[in-house]
């Protein structure tokens, strides 16, 4: 009986159904790693989908600041231009007062035409005439070497006469000519025009939103086509590496600009230019220095200072910046009120001439 049993066993274990019973395991062992690796993957994008929306969220915050700023970038614009229209206005006004003091001095000339030919009235006449172009560079364009030049020909003039009155006048206009001596002359054609040859400089000026680095991808990848888990295991690993940016938070990657607002930011650097030198021609240090300080802000910020134009810019800007361009100018008002009482000492005796000529 019991042998019956054990050949009646042995029949049915037979070798086709132990390796059916292996396959059937080895299949649901693999079933089961592969829906780990796909729960896996779905946690990894989904949290990468969250980082999407995160980053999202930052650069559209990123954008309005921005916007933010150009608003007050466009704002500051139109105040400078109005602030340049005053200029302009009052440049107009001194060309006109500066033209009406060629006019005087044309109507001057004439009269002193008609006077007589005395030597010495001759020669007041041509002082006089020194003394107010003098006066006039002086008060109206601010301009120290035409009026030494004017002061040193009226020096000259009054060389040969003797009198009292002409020895105290010569030694005013030499007082005069002292003061204005040793005043510190800055160059002012100079550095106008070294203004007007940055201002040309700033639209070759190369921006940082210009140097942004560059996504680099392999052009070639190893065929993995004939291997699914080694395919499994880079696409997972590329996954990873899309997750990981590493960049620098000491320096924030500046703003990218668009076309316009590139024109206007480069806009605005030459209108602050241009007001500088308008300044330095009015002698008005503080709006001279502030508006190179300005422009020496805005390209710090905005353009790429690893640039040899940039750092020659920067450097020439900070060498103009260092100039002295006020200056106290001597008033000559004594070396006129003296002239003018050396030339009424010659009108009582013109009286007394025609009163004796009229007597018989």
């Known amino acids: ?22 396959s059937s395991r080895t299949l649901k062992v693999a079933l089961g790693i592969s829906l780990v690796s796909l729960f896996a993957v779905g946690i990894l994008w989904v949290d ?34 109005t602030r340049s229209t005053e200029i302009a206005a009052r440049a107009e006004i001194l060309e006109e007062k500066y033209n009406e003091s060629f006019d005087q001095q044309a109507a001057l000339k004439a009269l002193y035409q008609e ?23 002086l008060q109206l364009a601010g301009n120290i070497k035409p009026a030494l030049l004017a002061l040193q020909s009226a020096d000259t003039r009054l060389q040969g006469f003797d009198t009292q009155k002409a020895v105290q006048l010569r030694k005013s ?42 996504e680099t991808q392999n052009s070639t990848a190893p065929d993995l086509s004939s291997n699914p888990w080694r395919r499994l295991i880079q696409e997972v690993w ?23 607002q590139n024109f206007f930011l480069r806009e605005n650097i030459k209108l602050h230019l241009l007001t500088a030198r308008i300044a ?8 001279y220095k502030a ?28 060498s103009l910046t260092n100039n002295h361009i006020a200056t106290e100018l001597p008033d000559i008002e004594p070396s006129l009120r003296l002239l003018n009482q050396y030339k009424l000492s010659f009108v009582p005796a013109a009286n007394h001439e025609a009163k004796v000529r009229k007597q018989p």
């Not at 106008?192 to 190369?206: N, T, Y």
């Open 291 to 318: 508006d190179l300080v300005a422009a020496q802000s805005a390209i710090n910020l905005n353009f790429d200072v690893r640039e040899s134009l940039t750092n020659n810019t920067l450097d020439e800007i900070k």
């Open 173 to 214: 206009i030499d007082q005069d000519i002292q003061r204005l001596q040793n005043l510190p002359l800055a160059d002012i054609t100079s550095i106008s025009l070294k203004l007007a040859s940055l201002s040309q400089r700033i639209d070759q000026l190369a921006l940082l939103s210009d140097h942004r680095p560059s």
């Open 280 to 287: 330095l021609l009015r002698h008005d240090e503080i709006t």
């Open 238 to 260: 590329q996954d990873i590496k899309g997750m990981i940016r590493i960049e620098r938070i000491d320096h924030p990657e500046p703003p990218l600009l668009a076309p316009e």
């Open 1 to 22: 009986m019991t042998e019956d049993i054990q050949n009646k066993l042995a029949s049915e274990i037979n070798p086709e159904s132990i390796s059916d019973a292996k």
């Open 48 to 81: 990468n989908a969250k980082n999407n929306q995160t980053i999202e969220h930052e650069l559209a915050t990123k954008l309005d600041t921005f916007n933010e700023k150009n608003q007050q970038s466009l704002a500051l614009a139109k105040n400078a231009d």
């Open 115 to 137: 006077l007589a030919n005395n030597r010495e009235e001759r020669m007041l006449s041509d002082v006089e005439q020194l003394l107010v172009i003098a006066n006039q560079q």
